[in-house]
């Protein structure tokens, strides 16, 4: 069963922006913290951003903090990550989970490419 579907990755230019978007599964999602992950070709996942399951409280990794906004929408049931101000140190297929994650629920991702 599907719990997520990521979408909104793209190629951009550094200095650019991209809003990458989540739709989760409400049942399984509905009361969790969430966040974004990220992998680039030849290193671990990695987390990037958090949110409560209110969307009250968010956190960042410090590589990402000042530049990238996690949010949700509730009644869409989908999770938000507005990247601005890219660099090509941010290339990478990012992914949407529960935080901590659950292995079964990572989705396809999103492939973000950054041109320098």
């Known amino acids: 069963q599907v719990q997520v579907v990521e979408s909104g990755g793209g190629l951009v230019q550094a200095g650019g922006s991209l809003t990458l978007s989540c739709v989760y599964s409400?049942?399984?999602?509905?009361?969790?913290?969430m966040g974004w992950f990220r992998q680039a070709p030849g290193k671990e996942r990695e987390f990037v951003a958090h949110?409560?399951?209110?969307?009250?409280?968010?956190s960042y990794a410090d590589s990402v903090k000042g530049r990238f906004n996690i949010s949700k929408d509730r009644a869409k049931n989908t999770l938000y990550l507005q990247m601005n101000s890219l660099k090509p140190e941010d290339a990478a297929v990012y992914y949407c989970?529960?935080?901590?994650?659950?292995?079964?629920?990572w989705g396809q991702g999103t492939q973000v490419t950054v041109s320098s």
């Open positions: 989970n529960r935080n901590p994650p659950h292995q079964d629920y």
């Open positions: 409400k049942r399984t999602f509905s009361n969790s913290a």
């Open positions: 949110i409560t399951w209110n969307g009250e409280w968010k």
